[in-house]
């Protein structure tokens, strides 16, 4: 996929064109440097007029029929199946994931346009519960508008897809802003399934470039209906306070430093093999990775020797050789985050380095750390790297308090006990908790409330009669 029609230019109002500054940036791939393509560095006036484009059509958007707008997801969802290999091989390529993280990255993004194709003709609405007799009360499911979506590198396509789809489904118009070091599987990619299955102009705008042009002028621009921004926390907490001041509707979904409790009577080889997709799948560089493991020392020692034994064992390297479980990081800045923020300053503290905390170019060796104190980078920052810390407690209560205060998208509880993990679960605050496993592996969920509102219609049933206070001068109702 070296060549491809939208190479090195932007998709605005249904046509292919080069940036308004006409500067293109280099899409190289991860695991050799080597560049695969390129992409337009789009900047505010390229934004000004995507945004102008989706507001043009999406009043024409809204007003086709719902199994129309599915219609066109269904041919978005046949050309991505067309292209299903190239697509795996390019996000492996340009991501530095292992296969099966590309074939899960570009069946999830199908997926999620099948669903929102189906989930756009089920549901208009709701009959609602009238507050007197003889009245009838109806909401109905409408649009909100024109979405701006910001989306990053990790798994590019199906994060993209999870605003795109529904948003687009319920009768939306998107302006999507991919990351830049993954701007053709996470941008490029959705434009061209978008035109080949001839979505009107202006319905779904690509504006590829970096952060603080492109990124920072779609998230501040006033021309959105809602903002969705997929992210790190201290850029999520930017656009947040940007568009506090404004009052802007926005949708953040940020990073955590989830964590990973093994309690005393846990199955310490599958909580131990649980490990290795929780800390370790795609290098550790997801939003839902475990940062934190917290172990009952009465399985504690138990419990290293057998992540250990494991971590030793994976194979680091190019994925393309298909003899590998991890692949690079995704930048030399990822990579110095991880190895000189994190690893050195934890060991400096007093850690201890078990195995790893080296590497060769972007391949980091997956490390195990112990004796990880609370005060430390390793227990208090989200890793987004190959890196595995434990943290030793006495017991349940400890590891309960020592796993909340902090900010948390997923956590995992092991135990032999299922209402013991169940109840441990609901104590933890996080939006979501596994027990006897690690990260989610559902289907996408139903989307329509976070790209539609409601509006309510009152009816009246029975015959009007009104007090006569309301009369108006002439006597009438």
């Known amino acids: ?24 940036g280099d899409v190289e791939e991860k695991a050799t440097g080597a560049r695969i393509g390129g992409y337009a560095l789009g900047d505010e006036r390229d934004v000004d007029e995507a945004v102008a484009a989706a507001r043009a059509a999406q009043p024409g958007w809204a007003a086709l029929a719902a199994p129309e707008r599915a ?31 590309g074939e899960d990255e570009v069946s999830t993004g199908i997926r999620q346009l099948d669903i929102s194709a ?14 007197k007799a003889g009245k009838l009360s109806l909401s109905r499911v409408v649009p909100l508008g024109v979405i701006g ?41 959705l434009a061209e399934a978008a035109d080949h299955a001839g979505l009107p102009p202006g319905v779904l705008n690509v504006v590829t470039g970096d952060g603080p042009s492109a990124g920072w002028a779609l998230a ?27 009052l802007r509707p926005i949708r953040l979904e940020l990073g955590g430093d989830n964590a990973f409790l093994v309690l005393d009577d846990a199955d310490v080889e599958l909580a131990a093999s649980s490990a290795m997709i929780a800390s370790l799948e795609f290098q550790g560089q997801t939003c839902i990775s475990s940062s934190r493991h917290i172990v009952v020392r009465d399985v504690a020692e138990e419990y290293v020797a057998a992540v250990t034994r494991r971590v030793e064992a994976l194979r680091v390297g190019d994925p393309m050789s298909g003899e590998v479980e991890l692949g690079p990081l995704i930048s030399v800045a990822q990579r110095d985050r991880v190895h000189q923020r994190i690893v050195e300053p934890s060991v400096a503290m007093g850690a201890k380095l078990v195995t790893g905390g080296t590497y060769d170019g972007l391949f980091y060796r997956p ?8 005060e430390m980078p390793a227990f208090t920052e989200e890793i987004f790297g190959p890196v595995i810390p434990i943290t030793v407690v006495e017991d349940e209560e400890e590891a ?45 969920e139903n989307q329509m409330p976070g790209f539609t509102r409601r509006q309510w219609i009152g009816v009246q049933r029975t015959p009007l009669t009104l007090p006569a206070w309301t009369a108006d001068p002439a006597g009438r109702a």
């Open 1 to 24: 996929m070296t060549s491809r029609p939208a190479d090195s230019r932007l998709y605005i109002d249904g046509a292919w064109r080069p940036s308004a500054s006409g500067q293109v």
């Open 149 to 189: 979506v910001i989306t990053p590198w990790n798994y590019p396509l199906n994060l993209a897809m999870r605003a795109v789809a529904p948003g687009l489904a319920f009768g939306n118009t998107i302006v999507l802003k991919p990351a830049e070091l993954s701007p053709v599987i996470g941008g490029q990619v």
């Open 400 to 444: 309960i308090a020592l796993t909340n205060g902090h900010p948390m998208l997923m956590n995992s509880v092991f135990t032999a006990d299922l209402m013991r993990g169940m109840r441990v679960a609901e104590l933890l605050q996080a939006g979501e908790v596994h027990v006897n496993d690690a990260h989610a592996r559902h289907g996408a």
């Open 71 to 101: 219609s066109y997801l269904r041919k978005m969802a046949d050309y991505l199946r067309e292209h299903y290999e190239e697509l795996v091989t390019q996000s492996m390529r340009e991501t530095g994931g292992v296969r099966a993280k």
């Open 220 to 246: 501040t621009h006033r021309g959105f209906d809602l903002v969705d921004f997929t992210g790190s926390r201290s850029v999520g907490l930017a656009i947040a306070a940007a568009a506090a001041a404004e």
């Open 367 to 374: 490390t195990v750390l112990t004796g990880v104190t609370p």
């Open 118 to 131: 189906v989930q756009a003709t089920e549901n208009a609405g709701e009959i609602l519960p009238p507050y």
